[in-house]
């Protein structure tokens, strides 16, 4: 049995219809109680066990699936040579395996006018070096692709800074084009610190979190996995007034309100500017009390 729900993309107006494949609560398979493995079909998004990266994204084939982190905003970066190389993954009657959500699936339109699914708001490739099931050599590839993952606690995006006073910026936070790397959530969503926050001390949010819709702090009480080119253990969590917030190198992390949860927004670098920076592999550790 199929459960079917449309799920639309709000800025595309596009939509995916997308089944809910049915599952036991078997790992790997579905098995009647003479236990015979079941007919029932391989769902064509499935979570499967890799030896080196754990919980991965694949297709029904369990070939490998990847995100790209130039795809910063709701759309495919990969065109061209590129898309020989890294092949677009769609499949118009698509099921959902156990252990995923239906919810965090969708479909983009590309360039070229043919369909991709989006994972969280990435977009979903296979990598044409991949030989067979299992293969994971497309990770970490220009340090911008990375295996599909249900439990990234965070992401890296790769754009241009745009202020929310719409002067584009660089790694310097001065006027400039300049592609820069950077933290987000699992969802794409622009990860900010605070310069004037000491190592795991949020200076900035007042006790009763009446300045929080302005510089909300990611709350995160524990981390799972990042990608790969990442040291997960730069990463950890604090306590400020009674909630988790997620930390890097020491520094605690925020949104930023006039973002609105928009992937591949990253606004608050106007403020200050260079008071509220993004985070990337290159941040300096935050200094001592």
Known sequence: MKINFLKSTAILGLALVIGLSSCSKDNNNSYNNNNQQSSAPKASIQLVNNTKFGSILTDKEGRTLYSFAVDA?????CNGNCAVTWPAFFDANAT??????????GVITRAD???QITYKGWPLYYYSG??????????????TWFVSKPDYTVMLANEQL?????????SQYKPGTEVVQYITDDYGRTLYSFIKDKANTNTYTKSDFSN???????????????????????FGSIMVFGKPQLTFNGWPLYFFGADNGVKGSNKGVSVGP???????????AAPAN
């Not at 905003?73 to 970066?77: E, F, G, H, P, W």
């Not at 993004?278 to 300096?284: A, D, G, K």
Request: net charge negative; charged share 25%.
């Open 73 to 77: 905003a709701d759309k495919s970066n």
């Open 130 to 143: 991949d030989n067979k099931a299992g293969d994971t050599n497309g990770d970490g590839i220009g340090k």
């Open 113 to 115: 006018n043919t369909k």
């Open 212 to 234: 929080d819709s302005v510089w909300p702090i990611n709350q995160v009480s524990k981390v799972m996995n990042v990608p790969s080119i990442l040291d997960k253990s730069k």
């Open 162 to 170: 745009v202020g929310a006073d719409g002067v584009s910026y660089n």
């Open 96 to 105: 959902i395996g156990q252990g995923l959500k239906t919810s965090d699936f």
């Open 274 to 284: 260079g008071a509220w920076p993004v985070e990337n592999t290159t941040t300096p």
